[in-house]
């Protein structure tokens, strides 16, 4: 054999040698058994949406829909696979691929979310038809706190509302609070509290006697308080007794 054979031989021998790495990955990326699903996700009425996650359940292997509602994705186990649906507003649903490769997945509005009473500046109204920004905590959510200080209870629990607490000291350790950031540093920045249609402080009031503090931030929803709404509002509704069985509930907390 002439040196050119052998030259040739080696060079295909490198070329190998280069491509295992490359087909060892591929391997590793697309297992046997795996294959692409493609899909549409959609609402009741058809509409594509948009931004919608689906996930291989029991994994973090997952997309989004795109602006027609197309997504696609690599399962691992394409006939046993089963598909997290979830949006925003929508019951989150699974759908078994068994094995099909085109899927067209229908989500349906979580009416349970859309008929939530949400308490505004002139009464009530279901969330479904707020447009302003307002936001809103319930009891529950305020107990997770083990805070007595209803002011420091709510801190983290709502969406643009900052709470800054400056002392400890037994009496003097109410937060400040700011709906979206500090408004001004000419005068007093805090919002309006109401409780119960009373404008009164509440960092006092117990977290178990209240029932929903809604916070509105933007002028659409203060509008109706004028310039006192200026820094938002806070309404706080207390709890109201109701015929029932009674009920009896301890909360209790401690330290070392």
């Known amino acids: 054999m002439d040196k050119k054979g052998i030259t040739a031989e080696g060079r295909r021998g490198n070329m190998l040698l280069l491509l295992l790495p490359v087909l060892l990955l591929m391997l590793a990326v697309f297992p046997a058994g795996a294959e692409i699903v493609k899909g549409v996700v959609s609402d009741a009425s058809g509409e594509p949406l948009i931004g919608a996650t689906v996930i291989e ?6 997309t989004a829909t795109d602006i027609d509602g197309f997504f696609q994705l690599n399962l691992k186990d394409a006939k046993k696979g089963v598909l997290v ?16 490769t085109d899927l067209q997945i229908t989500l349906q ?7 939530e009473v949400v308490v505004v500046g002139y009464g009530q109204q279901k969330k479904e038809s707020v447009v302003g920004a307002i936001s809103q905590v319930n ?3 305020l107990l997770e706190t083990p805070s007595a200080n209803l002011s420091q209870a709510i801190t ?24 979206r950031g500090r408004a001004t540093f000419a005068g007093d ?12 402080s509440f960092s006092q009031i117990a977290p178990d006697d209240i029932e929903t503090i809604s916070v509105l931030k933007d002028a659409s929803a203060t509008a109706v308080y004028g310039v006192r709404g200026a820094n938002g509002v806070m309404l706080i509704t207390t709890k109201r007794g109701k015929e ?4 009896v509930n301890l909360t209790a907390s401690w330290q070392f």
């Open 57 to 62: 359940k029991g994994t973090t292997n997952g």
């Open 85 to 100: 649906v979830s949006y925003v507003g929508y019951a989150t649903q699974e759908v078994e691929v068994k094995g099909q």
């Open 109 to 115: 509005e979580e009416s349970s979310l859309l008929n």
């Open 189 to 200: 920045a805090q919002p309006l509290i109401l409780v119960d249609g009373v404008e009164r």
């Open 156 to 179: 983290g629990k709502i969406p643009g509302v900052i709470t800054s607490q400056t002392s400890g000291a037994p009496g003097a350790d109410d937060a400040s609070i700011y709906i």
């Open 139 to 141: 009891s529950g959510d």
């Open 244 to 247: 029932q069985k009674p009920i």
